[in-house]
């Protein structure tokens, strides 16, 4: 079992959608990142979070340690919102990254 | 500022070449990182620096080999290339608590 789970693998969107993408992971962690690559693109640090939630613009990220789960929002959805958000854990015993696999969000016109 | 750049973007090596893949930040992280990617996987860690003059070994670190001779410069080898190195490689930067910056990575293609 894959230390980090998103889900969903791929979603598409209407423009105009409420976006909800979650992560859950089974590892202690010392913060959680949500991360956006777009096509062919590098990859960019949206969110790093240890508690609580931040917002950003349109986006919101929750984390609830208890139950070892973050959600990436995302409101008024736009096409140029699509792109794969990865979810990446920082263990509490390690420094490095945990990535999950990668949520492929496509919003259409 | 320029973030991490990583060099060359884009590389096609036959069985058996060798190449250097070059990252460098322009922040002053000490801690610096070599991923690869591949379909329907995660980012994997290659090796990964936590100072200058210091290396380790991540998760996948058979057929590479690294440097940081700069603490702004972190050298990913491949001495041998090998078909299943096929694969975009990413570079980061930064530090345990702090964001991590990345570089746009570089496609590598071993035919």
């Known amino acids: 079992k894959n230390e980090v789970e998103q889900s969903p693998q791929n979603l598409t969107a209407q423009e105009g959608e409420f976006i909800t993408i979650n992560c859950s992971y089974s590892?202690?962690?010392?913060?959680l990142h949500w991360l956006q690559q777009h096509p062919g693109g590098g990859i960019v640090s949206l969110f790093m979070l240890s508690s609580g939630k931040k917002k950003h613009g349109r986006l919101i990220a929750t984390i609830n340690i208890q139950e070892k789960h973050s959600s990436l929002h995302i409101t008024a959805s736009h096409p140029r919102d699509s792109a794969v958000y990865i979810c990446a854990v920082r263990g509490r015993s390690q420094g490095n990254l945990i990535f999950g696999k990668g949520t492929k969000l496509s919003v259409k016109p | 500022n320029a973030g991490v750049t990583q060099t060359p973007k884009f590389r096609v090596l036959k069985t058996g070449q060798s190449m250097t893949l070059l990252c460098a930040q322009d922040?002053?992280?000490?801690?610096m990182y070599w991923y690869r990617q591949d379909p329907g996987m995660g980012l994997r860690l290659i090796h990964y620096s936590v100072g200058e003059g210091t290396t380790a070994k991540g998760e996948v670190p058979d057929g590479y080999n690294v440097s940081r001779l700069k603490k702004q410069n972190f050298l990913l080898g491949l001495e041998s290339a090998a078909p299943s190195q096929t694969s975009v490689y990413f570079c980061?930067?930064?530090?345990?608590?702090?964001?991590?910056?990345f570089g746009q990575g570089t496609r590598l293609t071993v035919v």
């Open positions: 590892v202690g962690i010392s913060a």
């Open positions: 922040m002053n992280h000490e801690y």
């Open positions: 980061a930067s930064g530090h345990p608590g702090w964001e991590a910056f």
